[in-house]
């Protein structure tokens, strides 16, 4: 790992934040005291708040969810350099991961002290540019596609896409990159259609790596295999005469931009960490496994309480411009259970449940269930926005809208936390200070709980102190 430099003097240094009326020893995660006694855990909530001077990222702690207030003022709060992602790691290891368009981000970590302040600690560095992320065991890892070494260009110069990984170690606080010398990651072809691919989140289970797969056409260097062998029949005029696009949707000359293939579903299994020589399970019965929000592919594979592995499709390739590209699937759910590496015969068809809508993200929310970021209507109509949220019951088929939210939603955080049948996500709003939310996951009934005088609430979880 290298060490890039130190945050501003005052990052690393901790600030008591507001303390909140205790919760019940029902209400408290496992792993720490009760709230007022020695070495309790926390929640730990990132917050942004915007004026007119501009924005500030500060981190606070709170010892309940179900209620109380943060205010701000009185040095409330541990001032930060903000983030993509907050991972929180199961071995009490808050993560800041940021993502820049085309660039690496700066990378830090956090943990609860002793005296149940956060504190920054000591390494920052970079990290690749990446699209998904997930944790495995000591790692976090993220991914993303990109172009590989000089020298496996072809003869025209064209460079094979390969797979672009950091691994941090949480603990050591090391990072490192795969070594795309040797070709083992190229991501060319991978599922023997000659198109490239990128990941869509790790799910792991037991030693197994499953990640969703998003097939993204062919590059150059794809598209020029044999003058053109990969270009199905009919689908030539797909192929871009000139670069263009931008950021996220930009492409290049020779280019066949996006799936020829948008009525199928693949999962690559990993033995291990190095994400390398993968099998894969594929079933027809929907699209592609991930969400998609500009450059970000969003996971949509997640292992339920007993192991089954679901796998959701939002049928995103809907909204293609050319016909050709477009899937004829529902949005849907398929499974790969316990104990396997290939999907079974179950489907749910979430389109129907939802009167045609999609969704765009989805998490775990206990047992058998699943929270889902909705669409407010099909995604073959124009100005389709994901404020709305319903509980998936795998196990009984069943789609539940959750009652309770406000009617000024801006946005819906990106990190979920479960907790006695219930799964808490961040809501914010235009018209006052964000909040998080509880939701029955029986039920789908939301009662707002804890509130932060901020303008959003990026990310939040449990935290153990230091031992």
């Known amino acids: 790992m290298k060490k890039i430099t130190l945050l501003r003097a005052f990052a690393a240094l901790a600030f008591p934040a507001v303390v909140l009326s205790g919760c019940s020893e029902n209400d408290e995660p496992g792993g720490g005291t009760q709230p ?61 991961l940021t993502y820049n368009q085309g660039n690496a981000g700066t990378t830090r970590s956090y943990i609860l002290d ?92 037991g030693s197994d790596i499953f990640c969703g797969i998003a097939p993204m056409g062919l590059s150059q260097y ?46 690559a299994v990993y033995k291990d960490n190095n994400l390398a020589h993968p099998a894969f399970a594929k079933t027809d019965r929907i699209s592609y496994p991930c969400g998609r ?26 909204t293609m411009t050319d016909p050709k590209q477009q899937t004829s699937l529902p949005a849907g759910v398929c499974r790969i259970p316990a104990g396997s590496t290939q999907f079974d015969s179950y489907y749910c068809d979430i389109e129907t449940l939802s009167g045609g809508r999609s969704f765009m993200r989805c998490w775990p929310a206990g047992g058998s269930r699943f929270l889902m970021l909705m669409y407010d209507r099909p995604l073959t109509e124009q100005g389709f926005v994901a404020t709305d949220l319903a509980i ?5 088929k069943k789609l539940t809208f959750v009652k309770g939210l406000p009617s000024d939603i801006s946005s819906i955080g990106k990190t979920v936390y479960v907790q006695n049948g219930s799964v808490y996500i961040p809501i914010n709003v235009t018209g006052g ?27 939040f979880g449990y935290m153990d102190t230091v031992k």
């Open 36 to 96: 007022g006694g020695t070495n309790a855990g926390k929640f730990v909530i990132a917050a942004t708040v915007t004026d007119s001077k501009g924005t500030t990222n500060l981190l606070f702690t709170a010892e309940s969810l179900d209620e109380g207030h943060i205010a701000l003022g009185n040095n409330n709060g541990l001032l930060n350099d903000g983030a993509s992602q907050w991972v929180f790691h199961p071995d009490n290891y808050l993560y800041a």
């Open 114 to 205: 002793k005296e149940g302040y956060i504190r920054a600690r000591d390494m920052e560095y970079k990290i690749s540019r990446f699209t998904s992320y997930g944790i495995c065991g000591d790692q976090i890892i993220s991914t993303s596609t990109g172009d590989g070494p000089v020298s496996q260009a072809d003869g025209n110069g064209y460079l094979p896409k390969t797979l672009l990984a950091t691994y941090i170690d949480v603990k050591s606080e090391t990072s490192r990159q795969n070594d795309t010398s040797t070709g083992i990651y190229s991501l060319e072809n991978y599922l023997g259609n000659g198109e490239y691919v990128t990941l869509a989140g790790l799910e792991k289970r």
């Open 222 to 267: 794809g598209a020029a295999v044999g003058n053109g062998k990969w270009i199905r029949p009919g689908y030539e005029h797909l192929v871009k005469t000139a670069d263009g696009g931008s950021n996220s949707s930009s492409y290049k000359k020779g280019e066949l931009q996006w799936t020829q293939y948008p009525d199928e579903c693949w999962v």
């Open 293 to 318: 929000f500009k450059s970000q592919y969003y996971q949509t594979i997640w292992a339920d309480d007993k192991g089954d592995i679901y796998v959701f499709s939002p049928s995103y390739a809907k």
């Open 392 to 396: 998936f019951d795998a196990g009984n």
């Open 433 to 459: 200070n964000p909040a998080i939310y509880k939701i029955n996951s029986a039920t789908g009934q939301a009662a707002k709980g804890l509130t932060i005088d901020a303008t959003d609430i990026t990310g």
